[in-house]
């Protein structure tokens, strides 16, 4: 059965096979769409201008949406980078490592202060206005640099202020849905996944600090992304410096 | 005790008299932000620029942030009308009635998708690179227009994202605490405190759609406000059509 949501179209939450994907241009969400489309989702991918350093990712979540296929890429500005505080946006030094054991146990200084939290509830509105019944995002909280909304606890609590802060969770019996299907695996598995669903990993970035397309190899996401690679006897396709 | 959240500033969720204020230009914001600083709170104001048609109300912030004294006032661009879908943002007309009874039951055209967790979130981001341990927003859940996000298991449920999806609600005891002190309050009533309080109403705006300084007197906001004075058996100090 289809209801209309009173914003002038009609939505099944049941039959809804229209998502929002999370797209960064990195590794973790260029499977999540690969996944998306091939549980038969129209995707609908949108990436934030957030003030970040290196506008490559950008680039690179515009090859990985045209490369998978989306039904449209929307780019939004967010002024993150006015608060500062962290190594993303603001101008602090990114930490570099020789191993991925020695990744800290704490946050790290590269965590952005409710970003998450502030990319859920963009797409909680776009996925509003634009008659989406999903949203799919690429956390995971195995082999992560340890930031608090990368967790399953986390992802839960958005689900439900999605379903209670949206017009869609009050109208439409199930609401919005929020999917996080990278949550329990680990960067190897990842990879695996993305390879059988045909992901060209050679177009993704995972970098922190990035010298033009050439990443630094010694940031956390790039020492985890290579860990991946490894534990797969896999060379990492993109070039570093 | 004060304990370095790694952010390079010092917090104490105990004793952190620091505050970021919603303050949207409204009666309900300004009456917020007298209670807030009335309680004690250093008050750091936050409004944004959502692509609403009538930048009105961001006079009317700026205005009530100098009468009521603030440690700053920000103003956040955030591209909501890129989605499109709501009156206040999109071109579709804003509803008008001749009283408050002939507001409808459901949640009406001039719900922005997702607005106040958008906004919660800014505030969050905003809180944290400020090591601010509160947030206070002035959604009420007795006089308003049906927006979901106005309701108090949506503030609790956001007060969950905000403790888990942080570096504050993960290493400093109490983490943020979002307080709503209207949520139960009438309009009546919030006129009443915040005259207490020494607010002045002639500066704030509540019409969503005002043709220059004067308010329609029409809309749900309007005949909301309009009803709240009359119930006091004051006269609105704004000017009408």
Redesign the interface.
């Known amino acids: 059965m289809q209801r209309d949501n009173?914003?002038g179209y009609r939505m099944d939450s049941e039959t809804n096979k229209n998502a929002v994907v999370l797209l960064s241009g990195g590794l973790d969400s260029a499977t999540v769409l690969a996944i998306a489309t091939a549980e038969g989702f129209r995707c609908h991918a949108i990436s934030f201008r957030y003030g970040q350093r290196h506008e490559r990712e950008l680039e690179a979540a515009a090859q990985v949406a045209e490369a998978i296929g989306t039904v449209e890429h929307?780019v939004?500005?967010?002024?993150?980078a006015?608060?500062?505080?962290?190594a993303l946006t603001a101008d602090m030094e990114v930490p570099k490592h020789d191993t991925v054991e020695e990744i800290g146990d704490?946050?790290p200084?590269t965590?952005?202060?409710?970003?998450?939290?502030?990319f859920?509830?963009?797409a909680?509105?776009?996925a509003?206005?634009?008659s989406v019944g999903h949203i799919f995002i690429g956390v995971n909280a195995l082999d992560y640099s340890g930031y608090?909304?990368c967790?399953p606890?986390?992802i839960e609590?958005?689900q439900?202020?999605?379903?209670?802060?949206?017009?869609a969770?009050?109208?439409i019996a199930a609401g919005i849905r929020i999917h996080a299907p990278l949550i329990h695996m680990g960067k190897a598995d990842i990879i695996t996944k993305g390879r059988e669903l045909g992901v060209d990993y050679s177009i993704t970035t995972s970098c922190y600090d990035p010298v033009g397309r050439l990443a630094c190899g010694q940031c956390d996401a790039c020492l985890l992304r290579r860990k991946g690679f490894r534990e797969n006897g896999l060379e990492d396709p993109i070039d570093y410096q």
Chains 1, 2 share one sequence.
């Open positions: 009173g914003m929307v939004v500005d967010i002024d993150l006015a608060f500062g505080g962290s704490g946050i200084v965590y952005v202060p409710a970003r998450n939290t502030i859920l509830s963009m909680l509105a776009f509003e206005t634009r608090p909304d967790r606890e986390f609590a958005f439900a202020v999605a379903t209670l802060g949206t017009k969770g009050n109208e």
